[in-house]
C-alpha cells in the first residue's frame, strides 16, 4: 500500500550511511533482495563493452557525421548505452562536482537531515524511491535537484556546505544540459528525423527539462544479497552518467547476462530512457541497469536526466510510423504522468514501459 501523505514516507528513512557505520555484519531484513532480483549473471566476456562514441571525431564531413550516426545508431538499438568521450565539458569542473558532493556526504548525518526530501518531489536528501509500505529498500543515500527550467528550482534544497557545491553544480548543469542538446540532436538525426526534432519535442532549448541524482554507496556487510539501486530502465529521455573514478558498480542487461560498465577515463555513460523508446516507435529500446553494492569501498556517482517539459504529450514520430511499423504506443502520455510509476513503485525493472503497451514486441535477443 502507498503512503496517502505526500508530504510523509511510509515509514521512518534510516540512511544507510548509518547502517554501514554502526559495524553491522549482516544487512537488515528490508534491504535483503528476493533471490531472483539479488546480484548475479555477470559476465567477464571481453568481447562485450560498451560503445564508445568520439565527439571529437564528429565534423561538418558528410563521411564523418554518417559513420557518427551509425555509432549512434548502432548503440541505441543493440545496447541503449554508450560512452561518450571529447564532449567539451570543463574536466575541472568535473572534477570540482565529484569532490563537492563527496565533501557533502561527508559531513555529519544531522547537517544532511537539514535537506530532507519528501514523496511529492523527492527533491532534496534521501535514502528511498517509492511509498510503497514496507517495500524492499536499496543499498543508497542520494540527493536528487530539478536543474531546469531554471524556475523549477527550490534553491532553499540546495545545499549551503560545501561551500562551492551551488556554484559548481551550476557550472556542472549548465554544460550538461548543452552536450543533452548535441546528443539529442545526433540520436534524432541516426532515426533519420530532422536534427532538431527529440529537441523540440522535449520543450526546445528553453523548455526542455534536467533533473539530477546524486548517488552515495556506502559499504555494505553483505552485497551479495541486496543491491545499491534494483535493475530498471530509467523513465526519462536521456541520462548522463558521471561513474565514480576508482570503483566500479554500474551493470548493464545485455540478453541473460549483465555486463559490468568499465568506465573510459573522461567519459559520460550515456543511456536512452523510456521516453526515447517511445518516441522512437521502439526502435531504439530503453535498457535495464543497476547498481552493486560492495564491501571493500564506498562509491559515488552523479546521473543527470535530461527529459521532456512535464506536461508535453509524448508519443511515436509520425514520421516512423507506417504499415509495415504501425504505432506501438496508442495514447500520448505526459513525463508528469509517467513518472508517478517509479515515484510510487520505485525502481522496478522494465514494468512500466511494458505496461502503457501490450502490443509491444518481445525484447531483442541482444
Same mark, same amino acid.
Given at each position: 500500500m502507498a503512503s496517502s501523505n505526500p508530504l510523509e514516507w511510509p515509514e521512518a528513512v534510516v540512511p544507510v550511511q548509518t547502517l554501514s557505520g554502526s559495524g553491522m555484519s549482516t544487512v537488515p531484513r528490508q534491504y535483503i533482495k528476493p533471490p531472483s532480483e539479488?546480484?548475479?549473471?555477470?559476465?567477464?566476456?571481453?568481447?562485450?563493452?560498451?560503445?564508445?562514441?568520439?565527439?571529437a571525431s564528429f565534423s561538418n564531413a558528410p563521411d564523418h557525421q554518417q559513420a557518427m550516426l551509425e555509432i549512434v545508431a548502432d548503440a541505441c538499438k543493440d545496447w541503449g548505452f554508450f560512452q561518450v568521450v571529447n564532449h567539451d565539458v570543463d574536466m575541472e569542473v568535473?572534477?570540482?562536482?565529484?569532490?563537492?558532493?563527496?565533501?557533502?556526504?561527508?559531513l555529519p548525518i544531522e547537517e544532511k537531515k537539514v535537506y530532507a526530501?519528501?514523496?511529492?518531489?523527492?527533491?532534496g536528501y534521501g535514502g528511498r524511491l517509492g511509498v510503497e509500505k514496507e517495500?524492499?529498500?536499496?543499498?543508497?543515500?542520494?540527493?536528487?535537484l530539478n536543474l531546469f527550467p531554471s524556475d523549477i528550482r527550490n534553491l532553499d534544497k540546495w545545499p549551503k556546505?560545501?561551500?562551492?557545491?551551488?556554484?559548481?553544480?551550476?557550472?556542472? /548543469?549548465?554544460? $550538461? #544540459?548543452s552536450l543533452c542538446q548535441v546528443l539529442l540532436k545526433a540520436v534524432s538525426s541516426s532515426l533519420g528525423l530532422e536534427e532538431d526534432y527529440l529537441l523540440s519535442a522535449f520543450g526546445g532549448t528553453d523548455g526542455i527539462s534536467a533533473t539530477m541524482?546524486?548517488?552515495y554507496y556506502p559499504r555494505c556487510p553483505q552485497p551479495e544479497l541486496t543491491l545499491g539501486i534494483s535493475a530498471h530502465s530509467d523513465p526519462g529521455g536521456i541520462t548522463l552518467l558521471l561513474a565514480d573514478d576508482n570503483v566500479e558498480g554500474t551493470q548493464v542487461r545485455k540478453g541473460d547476462s549483465w555486463v559490468t560498465v568499465q568506465p573510459v577515463p573522461g567519459s559520460f555513460l550515456v543511456n536512452v530512457g523510456d521516453q526515447i523508446q517511445i518516441l522512437s516507435n521502439g526502435r531504439y529500446r530503453s535498457v535495464e541497469h543497476r547498481a552493486l553494492a560492495n564491501s571493500d569501498e564506498d562509491r559515488h556517482t552523479i546521473a543527470f536526466f535530461c527529459n521532456p517539459r512535464g506536461e508535453l504529450p509524448?508519443?511515436? /514520430?509520425?514520421? $516512423? #510510423?507506417?504499415?509495415?511499423?504501425?504505432?506501438?504506443?496508442?495514447?500520448?502520455?505526459?513525463?508528469?504522468?509517467?513518472?508517478?510509476?517509479i515515484r510510487t513503485k520505485g525502481p522496478s525493472g522494465r514494468m512500466q514501459i511494458q505496461s502503457i503497451n501490450s502490443t509491444m514486441q518481445p525484447e531483442p535477443a541482444a
Open positions: 539479488r546480484p548475479s549473471g555477470s559476465t567477464n566476456d571481453p568481447n562485450l563493452k560498451i560503445p564508445v562514441l568520439d565527439l568535473v572534477k570540482r562536482m565529484r569532490g563537492a558532493w563527496r565533501e557533502f556526504f561527508a526530501n519528501v514523496p511529492v518531489t523527492y527533491e517495500a524492499i529498500l536499496d543499498w543508497n543515500d542520494y540527493y536528487f556546505i560545501p561551500t562551492d557545491l551551488r556554484e559548481t553544480t551550476e557550472k556542472y /548543469a549548465c554544460q $550538461l #544540459i541524482r546524486a548517488n509524448i508519443a511515436p /514520430a509520425s514520421e $516512423l #510510423i507506417h504499415p509495415e511499423s504501425p504505432a506501438l504506443y496508442q495514447k500520448a502520455v505526459t513525463f508528469n504522468d509517467y513518472r508517478k510509476y
